[in-house]
Structure formats: structure tokens, C-alpha cells
């Protein structure tokens, strides 16, 4: 979807990166693999959270969600 906005992968990857900054601060997850991805964002350090963030919006890009 991005790449069909005419974004980068590693722009996209920036977004997704800040997203999961906002979702981690402000979204109390109630399914037992959110929490485990808040706990997995939390514990990442920046490197980390790239990769989590490149994983996700491959899976997104794959159509698997």
C-alpha cells in the first residue's frame, strides 16, 4: 500500500516505527498476541524495533493480515 503511495521501504519501515511508538504508549491491548508485541516493543532497542516493524509491514504488504 505504501510503496502504491510512492513511499520508500525505509520510509514506510519510519511510519511503522512511529506507530509502534504510539501504540505501545497509548493502547492497552486485550488479545494475548498484542500484548505479547507491546512487551516485544518495549523491552527493543531501536535497531529491534526497526526489524519488528519491517517484519509487520511485510506480513501487512503479503496480505497474511
Known amino acids: 500500500?505504501?510503496?502504491?503511495?510512492?513511499?520508500g521501504e525505509e520510509e514506510i519501515r519510519s511510519i511503522a516505527c512511529r506507530l509502534g511508538d504510539f501504540l505501545a504508549q497509548n493502547v492497552n491491548p486485550t488479545h494475548g498476541e498484542h500484548r505479547v508485541l507491546k512487551e516485544l516493543w518495549?523491552?527493543?532497542?531501536?535497531r529491534e524495533k526497526e526489524m519488528l516493524a519491517g517484519l509487520v509491514t511485510?506480513?501487512?504488504?503479503?496480505?497474511?493480515r
Open 1 to 7: 500500500m505504501g510503496n502504491m503511495l510512492g513511499l
Open 42 to 46: 518495549q523491552v527493543a532497542d531501536s
Open 58 to 64: 511485510k506480513l501487512v504488504s503479503n496480505g497474511r
